[in-house]
Structure formats: C-alpha cells, structure tokens
C-alpha cells in the first residue's frame, strides 16, 4: 500500500503510457520548453493543429493535458498563453521499481525492458530516475538483470 505521494508520478506516467496525445504533447514540451521552462502554449496548438488537423478536440485535447500538469503540480499557468514548467518528478528506487514493472506491462506489453532506450518523451518529467541502481537492487526478484555494451535488459517475472 502506497499513499497519494508515492503513488502520484507514477499516475502521471500511467496516462502517459496509455494515451498517445498525451506523449505527443509532452514530445513537443521535451523539445520545445526553453531554459526557464516558459511555454507558450499558442506554439504548443500550432503544433497539435500541423500533426492533428484544425479541430475542436485537438484543443480541448491541449487544454486537458496542459490542465493535467497543472493539477500535478508540474506547470503554473502565468496568463492565458503563458505558463511555466515548475518542477518535475524525482522518483525514489521503489517508484522506479513501480514505474519499471508499470512500463513494462502498460506500454510495452512485453516481459522485457531495455532500461538503455526507455521512451523519452515520457522520461521528459522524471529526469532523475535510479535505474541501474533499482536493476540491481530488485534483480532476482523481479527480474532478471542482463547487461551487455548497447543494452541493459529486463526480464520481468
């Protein structure tokens, strides 16, 4: 049993597993948030409308994921246009279990994980993530770690 805090990045990288526009959005966020972490999120539509067409559900769909990080705690809504990249999460060697085994089973739908070539538009709002520290501490437990020069794999029980 976990509490909402533990449990918290963990939902987040749930809906972004499951949902393709949300790792769409947070792809143009990883390549489009400058130093400050400002977003303008006019650019944000402009790019949704080129990729999805000029359609109401593409902006209800901006606006949801936009609203999404702000009830994570992850973006302040500055103005209209304007918000801020606030924080992003940090996640604990049992979160990174958690988020393994939930990558692994949700996004992958495979037993094994190449912990070298995770997807980076969903890693974008968990830049300090132990993984080679969790591969060793749950291995034989969890899993099986296997590394080799060009990947570190996961063979989840």
Known sequence: NHDLLFMQPLYLAKLLMDYEVCRFAASKLYSGVDASGHINSRHFRNKFIEEFGDRNVVRKSLRSF????EHFGLLEKLTVNDMVLTKRFSLTV??????LILYSQSYLKSKMVDIKHLDQNILFFYPAIPLQK????????????????????????
């Open 134 to 157: 969790t591969a060793h501490k749950y291995n034989g437990k969890d899993w099986e770690y296997i590394r080799e020069p060009s990947r570190e794999l996961l063979l989840l029980k």
């Open 66 to 69: 936009f609203s999404t990080l």
């Open 94 to 99: 049992e979160q990174t279990r958690c988020f």
